[in-house]
Structures are given as structure tokens and as C-alpha cells.
């Protein structure tokens, strides 16, 4: 028995299970995760129910769990309901209902069932009763109107995006060109000039653009004149709902498609998810605007973070006198990446936002206050604070570099004739490269998730247009920015329809993995190529 | 002391203290024009210590005292005048342990040549002469690019060398550069060295007297901080004036 103690297997077993639970804890979270998201896109069938009650419910199931039965006598048998998304919110008021199996009384998957996602108001479910053009029907009956569907909604699509279109680029620009002429007269005025050649031309300027604004007011009236077909379902319940082409996103029947159909049309979904603008307060449509946010303010903390981690450690190990001072400076360093997020949050606040952006506002942009252009939040202030929250990762994985680095390496270049910068440039740098790497990796896996000192700092909902456009001067650091970490918390928790969102939160959070893992992937090749540019064994 | 006509480096009465320990006592002499003066004695007789005075590597250590003086050619080491950076490439230097950078073997050799300004065409000139010239360019011309630590060990150490005398200094000073090569790496620095003195003055701290007696001219005997007998080598191997050398070179002790 000691010799079996002695011999170290129990330890060995020891490592090896705290090891594998630490797997299997990863891995259920990412199964969690995943099974719960990736179904979220699946175009299940339709089912028609009938009720003991000749109630009619139509919709998708997507769950099913026992009915908690407090008090009652061991051996009853469970019994167990479902959920259904039966959609229809503008006409039933709720997207889901609950139905308990024992009070079915049919259940079946009709054909005719069709679909249609809308611009608003969620997903609509019943069967087509007949096809509008210009208020006349065409179509009559759900076969002969799905044909006309389809025919009629690539057009009607088209149409669609081009009002959004001609909303967001052109009307997005004549408002950004009249704001900036109005802050320009505004300047003026404070400058006190209210009159002369410089403020007619830019009143001129105004009116041109305000000529313009009319245009392109004409041309959606046109558009949306253009558009007369509309589509009338018949729900169940006896409803009825006309809804323009326009307003479709998609429509599909389910029960028709086959395996391959719907692998298709699951793909098609996932592309929107990933590169389309949210809609319906973020539970439907893609969260393209919240990756793009995540992804630059990465960089941006990525930009900022390096020098300013890879400098202080220099100081700290190279040329500060060694002594109880740098080991105090060092443990306080250390303790900082210890502050919870949101104490770096408030500090951003506190010193970013109202110190430094308020005496930017009134230094450089006096004409847009009390509006404030820097002294809120935007990328720049949280992409700063989370540089702050992760630089004492890139220091300790620097200051570890530069003591791994071989003495010799620095007196052969010093015995060469190198001053110490020069050394310090030309050997020590180089050699350092994937120490620095190492650090910059752990940070930008630190701040991609973090989300505390976002909310305060800059991150919004729904941010109206990215900060990267065409607009001069293309980055616009002011802005705020959608973020996956808070998409997911506010589809989550503060959506106010949390069924519907539900799933959104785990295929969100799926992105967010997805994204952290690029961008690590993306800085370990780049370090692993470092490394083996100069690898080989001494001997 | 033998006389020595036009010495190219001169020590005058050098103290040295580590803090309150002193390493180097009152060590007076005279190194020749290109030939090679190996320093022998037992670990810790201040031998390297010396060589590393001549181009002012010690002074990345903090708290060393060091009086009396060096010349090198018309330089006073210590001159606070002296540019260091000038100096220590007049005074090359070959450490113990292989170190090149983990750069390729071309960037190796002409990282001291860029330093001083030398680019393009001039630089590809002077890495091939000083790779010939530590008689590695034939095993290595045909993979410049590649890194230098995929060479062999006593291949780095010849590589360590060339790239000293790419910077084209005066001295050349040795710190026992074959104690981690087997005896044929060994043998092929040895070599080189014989070619070398003919043009550089080479100073070898070595372990090794047999090394001593092979590669140098001049020999200097070290024992804790003394320069305990300077003279021609085959004397010193073969006729030793103090008892003390007598005793280490005959193995007594050390």
C-alpha cells in the first residue's frame, strides 16, 4: 500500500481527473449552447392542431415539458404540454401558446400551411385565401396564390430594399450633409458672423440639398405606389390579415419542403444572421452591426494596448533601478487586472467620457453643444477602457519575455559596438515578438467578452449606423456601437419578447465563441509563424 | 616579463572590485601585436574578468570599481572621452557559449556591418569575406537565409566569430570558445585561430592548457586576481619561473 502511494500513481490520476472534469465542463457548456442555437434556424413543420374544444391552433412547436403537479399522489400518471409559436402577434397579441397534450384532439401537418416573415410584427401563419393586385384579386385559394406569391415577391423585395435604401445612403447622407452645414453656421455664429458671402453660400448650400431632400421624398412616394399587390392569409380563429408585398421578408411553406430544400433554407438563414441588420427590437433579422462592433473595438484595444503595455514593461525590466519601488509599481500592476470590469467602466466614464471627451466638445466641437460629440459614449472611450482593464496582461507576458531572453543574446549585440537602444531594437525587440503576441491574445480574449464597462462606456441596443462609412473621415470613433457580449444580454433579459428571443441568445452566444476563437486563431498562427521563422535546437 | 616591442593592448596596475570584493589586483601587461596570449588559471582568478575590461563589458554591472588603466593602440579604455560604442568594435568578442541571434546566418553576420550604415551590395561582400574567414562560408553558402540556430554547435560558434570579424576590428577576444565543443569542432577553431593571428591580436581565455600551449604565442598565468607569470608560452609550458605555475600546469592543483 505505501509502495502504491509512494510510486506517485494516485497523483497521476489526480492530474488526469482534474483535467478531464475541466474538459467536460467546457464541453457541456459549448453542447449547451450549441444545441440550443443551432436548431433556432430549422424550418420545422407547421403543425394544425384541434383542441377538445374545436379550438384551432396553428404554429411551430418548440417545446415540450412536464406539468409540475404540486401535492398530487405518487403514481398519477405525468402529463405534459407544449409551446407553440402560432405568430400572429397583431392578431392573437401573443406569439406563443401553451397546449396540453391530453386536450388535443388532432394533430396534423396540412400542405397549405404557409409562413411569411414580415418587416414587422413577427412571423405570420395561416393559409393564403387570395392574391391582391391594385385591391382586385388574381389569385384565388392557396395553391394558385402561392404561385402568385412567389412570382410577385422577388419584385416586391426589390422594391422593398430600395426604399431602405434610398431611407439609409441617400436620405442618410442629405441629413448628414445639412447637419454638418448647420454646425458650420453655427460656428460662424459664434464667431458671431450672421451675415456676409460665407453664410449666404452656405444657406444656399442648404436650400440645394433641401431641393434634393424633395427629390428623393418623390421618388419613395413612387416606389411605394409602385407596390399595389398584397397578399390575404386566413388565420386560424377566423382572422384575417391583408398584408402589402412589401412587408414580406420571406415566405415559405414548411410542410412541402424536403430535407435538401430545407438545408438550404436553414444556410440562407444562417447568412442573414451573420450579415444582416437586426429588426423587431433585435429578435429577428442579423446581428452583422453587433459582430462589426465587436470586432473593431477589439482592434482598436488591440492598437492601443501593445504599445502601451509593451513600453511599460520595458521601463519596468530594462531601465527602471530595480528596488521596492518597481516591485510596489509591479504588484499594483499585477492587482489591477484583479478590479472588477465595471470599477474600469466607471473610471472610463468618470475620466474618458466627462474629462477628457467633454474638453475635446468644448475645445474642438463648440458649435454642436449642448449635444455632445465626444463627451459620450463611443467605441474610442470603450475600446480605451478596456485597453486599460487588459494592459497589465500584455505587461506581465512582456516583462516574463524579456527575462526569458538569453544574456548573451544582448552582450553579443552590445560587444558588436550596439548602443542599448540599438540592441534593444534590433535583438531584444524581435526575439520578444511572440511574448508580446502571447499577451496581446489573453487581452483580446479578455475583452472580447467583457461587457460590465461596455454598457456604460459606449455600447447601445441598436446603434443607427456603424462606426466605419462612407462619410469623411470614415472612422468615426465618437459612436456607439452594437456589441455581441450586450446583444446577448439584452435579447436575453431585456427583450420584451423573450420567447421569441430566447434562442437568439444562444446563437449569439455561439457567434461570440466563434468570433473570440478567429481572432485568437488569427494571433496564434501569426505567433506560431514568428516562432518557427527563427526555431531550430541549438545542438 | 619578456619585452615587447610596440604592445598593441598596455595594462597598468588594474584594480578591480565587485562591490567590496576585489577581483583583479595590481595586474600589469603587455599584449603583442597580432599574436595570439592565452590567459590559464583556475576558475574565478579573474582571467575573464580582465578580457572583459579590455572592451568594457563590464560595465552593464553595477557596482564595479575599477582603477589603474588600459590602452588599446593610442585608446585609453576608461578615458571617459571614449566612445564605447567605437571601441568595443575596434575590440570584438567571442563568448563562451554560442549566442548567435535568432536571426538567418546572413542577418547574423551583418547585423554589426548595419549598425554602422553599411547596406545592399557592400554588406553581401563583407558577410562572404568574414564567413570565408572563419572558415564556415563553404558549409553554409548554399542556406544563408535560414536561421542561424539550425546550425551545429561548433558551426555556431565559427558563425559567433564571423560575425565579430564582420564589423573588422583590431583585438579579438576569446572566451574559452571551444569549452562546449566536442574535440573536432574543437580542433577546427584551433585551425582557425592559427590563420587568424596572422592578422588580428587575439586574446583567448581558456581552461584548457593544452589549448594554451597549441594556439598561443604569449601565455598568462592568473591565480586569484594575480597575474601570477606573463611570458612566451613554450617558457611558461616548459619553464616556469614561479613555483605556483609550475604546480597548475603540472596538475597539481586547479
Same mark, same amino acid.
Given at each position: 500500500?505505501?509502495?502504491?502511494?509512494?510510486?506517485?500513481?494516485?497523483?497521476?490520476?489526480?492530474?488526469?481527473?482534474?483535467?478531464?472534469?475541466?474538459?467536460?465542463?467546457?464541453?457541456?457548456?459549448?453542447?449547451?449552447?450549441?444545441?440550443?442555437?443551432?436548431?433556432?434556424?430549422?424550418?420545422?413543420?407547421?403543425?394544425?392542431?384541434?383542441?377538445?374544444?374545436?379550438?384551432?391552433?396553428? $404554429?411551430?412547436?418548440?417545446?415540450?415539458? #412536464?406539468?409540475?403537479?404540486?401535492?398530487?399522489?405518487?403514481?398519477?400518471?405525468?402529463?405534459?404540454?407544449?409551446?407553440?409559436?402560432?405568430?400572429?402577434?397583431?392578431?392573437?397579441?401573443?406569439?406563443?401558446?401553451?397546449?396540453?397534450?391530453?386536450?388535443?384532439?388532432?394533430?396534423?401537418?396540412? #400542405?397549405?400551411?404557409?409562413?411569411?416573415?414580415?418587416?414587422?410584427?413577427?412571423?405570420?401563419?395561416?393559409?393564403?385565401?387570395?392574391?391582391?393586385?391594385?385591391?382586385?384579386?388574381?389569385?384565388?385559394?392557396?395553391?394558385?396564390?402561392?404561385?402568385?406569391?412567389?412570382?410577385?415577391?422577388?419584385?416586391?423585395?426589390?422594391?422593398?430594399?430600395?426604399?431602405?435604401?434610398?431611407?439609409?445612403?441617400?436620405?442618410?447622407?442629405?441629413?448628414?450633409?445639412?447637419?454638418?452645414?448647420?454646425?458650420?453656421?453655427?460656428?460662424?455664429?459664434?464667431?458671431?458672423?450672421?451675415?456676409?458671402?460665407?453664410?449666404?453660400?452656405?444657406?444656399?448650400?442648404?436650400?440645394?440639398?433641401?431641393?434634393?431632400?424633395?427629390?428623393?421624398?418623390?421618388?419613395?412616394?413612387?416606389?411605394?405606389?409602385?407596390?399595389?399587390?398584397?397578399?390575404?392569409?386566413?388565420?386560424?380563429?377566423?382572422?384575417?390579415?391583408?398584408?402589402?408585398?412589401?412587408?414580406?421578408? #420571406?415566405?415559405?411553406?414548411?410542410?412541402?419542403?424536403?430535407?435538401?430544400?430545407?438545408?438550404?433554407?436553414?444556410?440562407?438563414?444562417?447568412?442573414?444572421?451573420?450579415?444582416?441588420?437586426?429588426?423587431?427590437?433585435?429578435?429577428?433579422?442579423?446581428?452583422?452591426?453587433?459582430?462589426?462592433?465587436?470586432?473593431?473595438?477589439?482592434?482598436?484595444?488591440?492598437?492601443?494596448?501593445?504599445?502601451? $503595455?509593451?513600453?511599460?514593461?520595458?521601463?519596468?525590466?530594462?531601465?527602471?533601478?530595480?528596488?521596492?519601488?518597481?516591485?510596489?509599481?509591479?504588484?499594483?500592476?499585477?492587482?489591477?487586472?484583479?478590479?472588477?470590469?465595471?470599477?474600469?467602466?466607471?473610471?472610463?466614464?468618470?475620466?474618458?467620457?466627462?474629462?477628457?471627451?467633454?474638453?475635446?466638445?468644448?475645445?474642438?466641437?463648440?458649435?454642436?453643444?449642448?449635444?455632445?460629440?465626444? $463627451?459620450?459614449? $463611443?467605441?474610442?472611450?470603450?475600446?480605451?477602457?478596456?485597453?486599460?482593464?487588459?494592459?497589465?496582461?500584455?505587461?506581465?507576458?512582456?516583462?516574463?519575455?524579456? @527575462?526569458?531572453?538569453?544574456?548573451?543574446?544582448?552582450?553579443?549585440?552590445?560587444?558588436?559596438?550596439?548602443?542599448?537602444?540599438?540592441?534593444?531594437?534590433?535583438?531584444?525587440?524581435?526575439?520578444?515578438?511572440?511574448?508580446?503576441?502571447?499577451?496581446?491574445?489573453?487581452?483580446?480574449?479578455?475583452? @472580447?467578452?467583457?461587457?460590465?464597462?461596455?454598457?456604460?462606456?459606449?455600447?447601445?441596443?441598436?446603434?443607427?449606423?456603424?462606426?466605419?462609412?462612407?462619410?469623411?473621415?470614415?472612422?468615426?470613433?465618437?459612436?456607439?456601437?452594437?456589441?455581441?457580449?450586450?446583444?446577448?444580454?439584452?435579447?436575453?433579459?431585456?427583450?420584451?419578447?423573450?420567447?421569441?428571443?430566447?434562442?437568439?441568445?444562444?446563437?449569439?452566444?455561439?457567434?461570440?465563441?466563434?468570433?473570440?476563437?478567429?481572432?485568437?486563431?488569427?494571433?496564434?498562427?501569426?505567433?506560431?509563424?514568428?516562432?518557427?521563422?527563427?526555431?531550430?535546437?541549438?545542438? | 616579463?619578456?619585452?615587447?616591442?610596440?604592445?598593441?593592448?598596455?595594462?597598468?596596475?588594474?584594480?578591480?572590485?565587485?562591490?567590496?570584493? /576585489?577581483?583583479?589586483?595590481?595586474?600589469?601587461?603587455?599584449?603583442?601585436?597580432?599574436?595570439?596570449?592565452?590567459?590559464?588559471?583556475?576558475?574565478?582568478?579573474?582571467?575573464?574578468?580582465?578580457?572583459?575590461?579590455?572592451?568594457?563589458?563590464?560595465?552593464?554591472?553595477?557596482?564595479?570599481?575599477? !582603477?589603474?588603466?588600459?590602452?588599446?593602440?593610442?585608446?585609453? =579604455?576608461?578615458?571617459?572621452?571614449?566612445?564605447?560604442?567605437?571601441?568595443?568594435?575596434?575590440?570584438?568578442?567571442?563568448? /563562451?557559449?554560442?549566442?548567435?541571434?535568432?536571426?538567418?546566418?546572413?542577418?547574423?553576420?551583418?547585423?554589426?556591418?548595419?549598425?554602422?550604415?553599411?547596406?545592399?551590395?557592400?554588406?553581401?561582400?563583407?558577410?562572404?569575406?568574414?564567413?570565408?574567414?572563419?572558415?564556415?562560408?563553404?558549409?553554409?553558402?548554399?542556406?544563408?537565409?535560414?536561421?542561424?540556430?539550425?546550425? !551545429?554547435?561548433?558551426?555556431?560558434?565559427?558563425?559567433?566569430?564571423?560575425?565579430?570579424?564582420? =564589423?573588422?576590428?583590431? =583585438?579579438?577576444?576569446?572566451?574559452?570558445?571551444?569549452?562546449?565543443?566536442?574535440?573536432?569542432?574543437?580542433?577546427?577553431?584551433?585551425?582557425?585561430?592559427?590563420?587568424?593571428?596572422?592578422?588580428?591580436?587575439?586574446?583567448?581565455?581558456?581552461?584548457?592548457?593544452?589549448?594554451?600551449?597549441? =594556439? !598561443?604565442?604569449?601565455?598568462?598565468?592568473?591565480?586569484?586576481?594575480?597575474?601570477?607569470?606573463?611570458?612566451?608560452?613554450?617558457?611558461?609550458?616548459?619553464?616556469?619561473?614561479?613555483?605556483?605555475?609550475?604546480?597548475?600546469?603540472?596538475?597539481?592543483?586547479?
Amino acid at each position: 500500500m505505501t509502495r502504491f502511494w509512494r510510486s506517485g500513481e494516485p497523483f497521476i490520476w489526480l492530474t488526469g481527473g482534474a483535467q478531464a472534469l475541466s474538459l467536460i465542463m467546457v464541453a457541456g457548456l459549448i453542447l449547451l449552447v450549441m444545441a440550443n442555437g443551432l436548431g433556432f434556424f430549422w424550418p420545422s413543420d407547421i403543425v394544425g392542431l384541434t383542441l377538445t374544444d374545436g379550438k384551432m391552433v396553428m $404554429g411551430q412547436v418548440t417545446q415540450r415539458e #412536464r406539468i409540475p403537479q404540486p401535492g398530487a399522489l405518487p403514481g398519477t400518471a405525468d402529463r405534459y404540454r407544449i409551446q407553440v409559436k402560432v405568430g400572429n402577434r397583431d392578431l392573437y397579441g401573443a406569439d406563443f401558446v401553451w397546449v396540453e397534450e391530453a386536450k388535443i384532439a388532432k394533430r396534423q401537418t396540412p #400542405r397549405d400551411a404557409i409562413l411569411i416573415e414580415r418587416r414587422e410584427w413577427g412571423n405570420l401563419y395561416g393559409v393564403i385565401k387570395e392574391v391582391k393586385e391594385a385591391g382586385s384579386p388574381v389569385a384565388q385559394g392557396p395553391q394558385a396564390g402561392w404561385l402568385a406569391l412567389q412570382a410577385r415577391v422577388p419584385d416586391a423585395t426589390h422594391v422593398a430594399k430600395e426604399i431602405v435604401r434610398i431611407e439609409k445612403k441617400e436620405i442618410g447622407a442629405i441629413n448628414y450633409a445639412q447637419e454638418q452645414i448647420r454646425l458650420r453656421l453655427k460656428k460662424l455664429e459664434l464667431r458671431e458672423i450672421t451675415s456676409g458671402p460665407e453664410v449666404d453660400r452656405l444657406k444656399q448650400e442648404m436650400a440645394t440639398w433641401q431641393a434634393k431632400y424633395k427629390d428623393q421624398e418623390a421618388a419613395l412616394a413612387r416606389l411605394n405606389q409602385s407596390q399595389t399587390a398584397s397578399v390575404v392569409i386566413s388565420a386560424p380563429g377566423d382572422k384575417e390579415k391583408e398584408l402589402p408585398l412589401t412587408q414580406v421578408v #420571406r415566405a415559405y411553406r414548411p410542410n412541402t419542403m424536403g430535407v435538401l430544400a430545407k438545408t438550404g433554407f436553414y444556410l440562407a438563414k444562417v447568412w442573414e444572421f451573420v450579415s444582416d441588420d437586426p429588426r423587431e427590437s433585435n429578435t429577428e433579422g442579423g446581428v452583422f452591426p453587433a459582430i462589426f462592433g465587436t470586432v473593431m473595438m477589439v482592434m482598436i484595444m488591440s492598437l492601443v494596448v501593445t504599445p502601451l $503595455g509593451v513600453l511599460a514593461a520595458f521601463y519596468l525590466r530594462e531601465y527602471a533601478r530595480q528596488g521596492p519601488f518597481v516591485s510596489a509599481v509591479r504588484i499594483a500592476v499585477n492587482n489591477l487586472a484583479g478590479v472588477p470590469s465595471i470599477v474600469f467602466g466607471v473610471f472610463g466614464v468618470g475620466f474618458f467620457i466627462y474629462f477628457v471627451g467633454g474638453t475635446i466638445d468644448r475645445t474642438f466641437f463648440p458649435e454642436a453643444l449642448p449635444t455632445p460629440t465626444f $463627451g459620450t459614449g $463611443g467605441i474610442l472611450w470603450a475600446s480605451l477602457t478596456l485597453a486599460l482593464l487588459t494592459v497589465p496582461v500584455v505587461i506581465v507576458a512582456t516583462e516574463e519575455g524579456l @527575462a526569458a531572453i538569453p544574456g548573451g543574446m544582448r552582450e553579443a549585440s552590445l560587444a558588436l559596438g550596439a548602443t542599448k537602444f540599438e540592441t534593444t531594437w534590433r535583438v531584444v525587440l524581435p526575439a520578444l515578438m511572440p511574448s508580446i503576441l502571447t499577451g496581446l491574445i489573453l487581452a483580446m480574449a479578455r475583452a @472580447a467578452g467583457e461587457v460590465a464597462p461596455l454598457m456604460i462606456t459606449g455600447v447601445v441596443k441598436l446603434a443607427p449606423s456603424l462606426p466605419l462609412d462612407g462619410f469623411w473621415p470614415f472612422f468615426h470613433l465618437e459612436r456607439k456601437f452594437m456589441h455581441l457580449g450586450f446583444h446577448i444580454y439584452d435579447v436575453g433579459f431585456q427583450s420584451p419578447n423573450v420567447d421569441a428571443a430566447r434562442p437568439m441568445v444562444f446563437t449569439t452566444a455561439i457567434l461570440l465563441l466563434l468570433v473570440v476563437l478567429v481572432l485568437n486563431l488569427t494571433a496564434i498562427l501569426i505567433r506560431n509563424r514568428m516562432r518557427k521563422q527563427y526555431a531550430g535546437s541549438a545542438f | 616579463m619578456p619585452t615587447i616591442v610596440d604592445p598593441m593592448i598596455q595594462v597598468k596596475e588594474l584594480n578591480l572590485k565587485y562591490g567590496e570584493a /576585489q577581483a583583479l589586483f595590481n595586474v600589469t601587461l603587455e599584449i603583442p601585436r597580432r599574436k595570439a596570449t592565452a590567459f590559464i588559471g583556475p576558475s574565478g582568478c579573474g582571467k575573464t574578468t580582465l578580457l572583459r575590461c579590455l572592451n568594457r563589458l563590464n560595465d552593464l554591472i553595477e557596482n564595479v570599481h575599477i !582603477s589603474g588603466t588600459i590602452r588599446i593602440g593610442e585608446t585609453y =579604455v576608461y578615458d571617459p572621452q571614449v566612445d564605447v560604442s567605437d571601441l568595443r568594435k575596434r575590440v570584438g568578442m567571442v563568448f /563562451q557559449k554560442s549566442n548567435p541571434f535568432p536571426k538567418s546566418t546572413y542577418d547574423n553576420v551583418a547585423f554589426g556591418p548595419r549598425i554602422f550604415g553599411i547596406r545592399n551590395s557592400r554588406l553581401d561582400e563583407i558577410v562572404e569575406r568574414s564567413l570565408r574567414a572563419a572558415a564556415l562560408w563553404d558549409e553554409v553558402k548554399d542556406r544563408l537565409h535560414e536561421s542561424a540556430l539550425s546550425l !551545429s554547435g561548433g558551426q555556431q560558434q565559427r558563425l559567433c566569430i564571423a560575425r565579430a570579424l564582420a =564589423v573588422e576590428p583590431e =583585438v579579438l577576444l576569446m572566451d574559452e570558445p571551444c569549452s562546449a565543443l566536442d574535440p573536432i569542432a574543437t580542433a577546427k577553431i584551433e585551425e582557425l585561430l592559427h590563420t587568424l593571428k596572422n592578422e588580428y591580436t587575439i586574446v583567448i581565455v581558456t581552461h584548457n592548457m593544452q589549448q594554451a600551449a597549441r =594556439v !598561443s604565442d604569449y601565455t598568462g598565468f592568473f591565480l586569484l586576481g594575480e597575474l601570477v607569470e606573463f611570458d612566451e608560452t613554450p617558457r611558461i609550458f616548459t619553464n616556469p619561473r614561479d613555483r605556483r605555475t609550475e604546480d597548475y600546469i603540472t596538475g597539481r592543483f586547479g
